[in-house]
């Protein structure tokens, strides 16, 4: 079972989820989805890599992105960062998810916690 903590920045309008454990299919929209005291315009970095996501399957990660309207605006953008190559991949599989939806929100994969950051604030 997945935990995950949300940091957020005012000041610089950043949002961290850091996520922990075993990610399940049901889990994964929760994680994505913004709580609604966030701006749907916030950057956003959901930080993998310190979590399993071996669990989830293709068909689950589409039909949680088919729920998330959040992300659906041209002045979202999202990180996200991985520890290893078969997360990355899972990675891939959301990203592809939502330009799929026709979703407007930069989202990129990373390795690195430091330059997903600088990639959104800069």
Request: proline share 4%; glycine share 8%.
């Amino acid at each position: 079972m997945a935990r995950f903590k949300q940091i957020r920045d005012g000041r610089s309008n950043l949002t961290v989820v850091e996520v922990y454990g075993d990610v399940g299919n049901e889990e994964i929209k929760t994680i994505l989805d913004w709580p609604p005291d966030v701006s749907p315009h916030s950057k956003t970095v959901f930080d993998f890599r310190f979590a399993d996501l071996s669990a989830l399957s293709s068909t689950h990660i589409r039909k949680a992105v088919g729920e998330i309207r959040l992300l659906s605006g041209p002045d979202c953008k999202a990180a996200l960062v991985f520890s290893n190559p078969a997360d990355y991949s899972i990675g891939k599989i959301i990203s592809s998810a939502f330009s799929g939806r026709g979703y407007l929100a930069n989202i990129r994969g990373f390795y690195n916690l430091h330059r997903a950051k600088d990639w959104l604030l800069f």
